[in-house]
């Protein structure tokens, strides 16, 4: 089986900074990507991960541990334009497709 | 990086009737496949589209009810068959390169309103 969590819903303010995790059980792991999905719109790349560590760009960076099956995306100086939904997704091969989290809805106010 | 187009953007369809949605991506990539979004939720992966044979399909989603095609490298297409207000949601395309190893990267969607 395979199981991909992360919160359903997070609220910030502008210029916080915000962590959003994700942890993971699936049948084989190829890399944890992240996606950003404005309402309406098709989600975009952000990050992939497929060794241990940080990921660093710009104001987003992607963090994962593959023995934890954890992974988390941190968000700095957070602008109004960062209210979206941040999708965690998991390839569990080679070649194979990506299978998603539900997605955390994030909040930004001023 | 690859660019996605679909079409149509969006449809509003009568219960019983079939929709084909395209696919078209801008470079030849290795692995294609397609999804569905229904409202407030995630994404849902139906099938991979393999060029030149059938698709392979996920757990619930059947070739009867979703025929998909992959005639070449750089197209695709996603039937919706006899369709039902069930069936109503975002259809996404989807692209990789690199043999699958690199980024995945998502049409605009098609949305489907079946009455």
């Known amino acids: 089986g395979q199981n991909i969590d992360q919160p359903t819903e997070m609220t910030a303010t502008e210029g916080a900074i915000v962590q959003i995790n994700c942890t993971y059980q699936t049948s084989g792991f190829n890399g944890l990507f992240w996606y950003q999905q404005h309402a309406g719109e098709a989600p975009t790349f952000l990050s992939y991960n497929v060794l241990d560590g940080l990921e660093e760009k710009g104001r987003f960076s992607s963090f994962l541990s593959r023995s934890k099956g954890y992974s988390y995306l941190l968000l700095k100086e957070l602008q109004m334009k960062d209210s979206a939904s941040y999708l965690c997704a998991v390839r569990k091969g080679g070649g194979t497709a990506l299978i998603f989290g539900k997605g955390t809805t994030l909040s930004v106010s001023s | 990086s690859a660019v996605i187009s679909q079409k149509p953007s969006r449809d509003i369809c009568q219960r019983g009737t079939s929709l084909t949605i395209q696919c078209q991506v801008d470079s030849q990539v290795t692995m294609m496949f397609w999804y569905r979004q229904q409202p407030g939720q995630s994404l849902t992966l139906i099938a991979t589209a393999n060029q030149g044979s059938e698709a392979t399909y996920e757990s619930g989603f059947v070739i009867d009810k979703f025929p998909i095609s992959r005639p070449n490298l750089t197209f695709s297409t996603l039937t919706v068959s006899n369709m039902s207000p069930e069936d109503s949601s975002i259809y996404l395309c989807?692209?990789?390169?690199?043999?699958?190893?690199?980024?995945?990267?998502f049409g605009p969607g098609t949305r489907l309103t079946v009455t």
């Open positions: 989807s692209a990789s390169m690199r043999q699958g190893m690199g980024e995945q990267y």
